[in-house]
């Protein structure tokens, strides 16, 4: 499976971003898909996932509210649009996907697939 992200960049709090993850080289219906970030210092940290086979979708309590995850399954891409953007939401985003459903979603371990690193970057 290949991830290719796309969407970060430079905006002020309280403004809004949308990234992109296509997938390819795997029926895109059997994948789980999900974002991480990593800011300076710092663990790679959950932030949203879609589950593959449902309708469903997971989010870490400090984007719930701000942050939706979706999916397009003709184009085989997930976005993360958030919203109500913060300076502490600043990090490398990265896309994520997996063939087999755990209730440890929030672990970046139990991930087979990543993207490249896309950076999120909001300023005060």
């Known amino acids: 499976v290949q991830l290719q992200a796309s969407g970060g960049g430079l905006v002020q709090t309280g403004r809004s971003l949308r990234l992109s993850c296509e997938a390819s080289?795997?029926?895109?219906?059997?994948?789980?898909m999900g974002w991480f970030r990593q800011a300076p210092g710092k663990e790679r940290e959950f932030v949203a996932m879609?589950?593959?086979?449902?309708?469903?979708?997971r989010y870490a309590d400090a984007v719930n509210g701000r942050f939706t995850i979706s999916r397009d399954r003709a184009k085989n891409t997930v976005y993360l649009q958030m919203n109500n953007l913060k300076p502490e939401d600043t990090a490398v985003y990265y896309c994520t996907a997996r063939g087999t459903w755990t209730v440890q979603y929030y672990r970046h371990s139990e991930y087979d697939y990543w993207g490249q690193g896309t950076q999120v970057t909001v300023s005060s």
């Open positions: 080289g795997r029926p895109f219906r059997s994948l789980d």
């Open positions: 879609f589950r593959g086979a449902m309708n469903v979708a």
